[in-house]
């Protein structure tokens, strides 16, 4: 699950509010090892994932880096050609 997760900072454009979510999502299931948590557990749960997703988006805007901005295009080339290269072309 955790592969899901996916670098957020120094994007242009920013992350948005549905990736950063879907991050802490991933986080929250990984580290409770549920995908759907049961119906008594599922306030604790969701409470989880809006609070490690406000933490993130602190996290993000305290941020400071002088590096030009990544572009998902480039990145997800980038991740094309790793994939490539590890598991031959049909893979990518």
Do not use: W
């Not at 933490?55 to 030009?68: E, I, M, N, R, S």
């Not at 998902?72 to 490539?84: Q, T």
Request: with cysteine; aromatic share 4%.
């Amino acid at each position: 699950m955790c592969r899901n997760i996916k670098r957020l900072h120094n994007f242009t454009p920013p992350a948005t509010s549905d990736e950063i979510h879907d991050a802490a999502l991933q986080y929250v299931r990984k580290i409770t090892g549920a995908t759907q948590p049961s119906a008594v557990n599922r306030e604790a749960f969701d409470t989880a994932v809006q609070r490690v997703a406000d933490a993130t988006t602190a996290l993000l805007d305290g941020l400071v880096t002088t590096a030009p901005p990544r572009t998902r295009e480039a990145e997800a080339a980038r991740a094309k050609a790793r994939a490539a290269k590890r598991f031959g072309p049909k893979a990518a």
